[in-house]
């Protein structure tokens, strides 16, 4: 959607070999998200950022790393591809952690297969 | 374990009928949202309840929250084809301020 990109939107990778995942946002909001989605698992939180250099790990971090150098963009790195990261992976936004009345706004999604 | 569990995982319907989608957990929730997700896009807001008990009306979707505010249920009335898609739904723990999503529901309708 408006406001938030993803890139690659597709990747096909090997095991064993690092992988970086863009997210793009001109929205100025402070908050970024990392989810991974697979099936009957829903969405669970990877890593997030509530400002510059300011990260946390989420629910499922093992193997997955991110920096946010600038408001804008936050990186997801898989520093040696395992194919159980095979998934599709989303970023969000949001503009306070305060979500009573915001909810998030994701990204279109990266399809990420590792062979 | 599943913290919000959403029931039932697939529902296949004719157009023109009712549904309901619920949404239960043992854990209290400061707000829950539910989101629809189309194929190869993103997730995308419908609705924020806060409050217990909390009735929201979206043509024709309903949301409701529990007094207790630990489950929550989507109506839809009339389904048409456009409403095909996945429902999720996702509640903010009071202690992290962070969403955290049922599983989703898929939702087909068929003209």
């Known amino acids: 959607d408006a406001g938030i990109t993803q890139s690659p939107r597709h990747k096909v990778t090997e095991t064993g070999t690092p992988v970086t995942l863009r997210c793009h946002q001109t929205e100025n909001h402070r908050y970024m998200y990392w989810y991974r989605q697979d099936p009957g698992h829903g969405l669970r939180l990877i890593h997030y950022?509530?400002?510059?250099?300011?990260?946390d790990k989420g629910e499922v971090s093992d193997g997955y790393s991110v920096s946010r150098s600038k408001t804008e963009d936050f990186l997801l790195t898989l520093e040696s591809a395992t194919s159980s990261q095979t998934s599709v992976y989303f970023c969000?936004?949001?503009?306070?952690?305060?979500?009573?009345?915001?909810?998030?706004?994701f990204g279109s999604g990266t399809r990420l297969t590792v062979v | 374990t599943q913290l919000l569990e959403q029931s039932p995982q697939f529902l296949s319907i004719q157009e023109g009928e009712n549904l309901t989608v619920y949404c239960n957990s043992s854990?209290?929730?400061?707000?829950l949202q539910w989101y629809r997700q189309e194929p190869g896009e993103g997730p995308v807001l419908l609705v924020t309840?806060?409050?217990?008990?909390e009735v929201k009306k979206l043509k024709r979707l309903t949301f409701q929250f529990g007094d207790a505010r630990k489950d929550s249920s989507l109506h839809i009335t009339a389904a048409q084809p456009g409403d095909t898609g996945l429902y999720l739904c996702a509640g903010v723990r009071s202690n992290t301020g962070k969403l955290i999503f049922g599983q989703g529901t898929t939702l087909q309708v068929k003209p």
């Open positions: 950022s509530y400002g510059v250099k300011d990260t």
């Open positions: 969000a936004i949001s503009r306070q952690g305060d979500l009573s009345n915001n909810g998030y706004t």
């Open positions: 854990s209290v929730f400061s707000s």
């Open positions: 309840v806060v409050t217990g008990g």
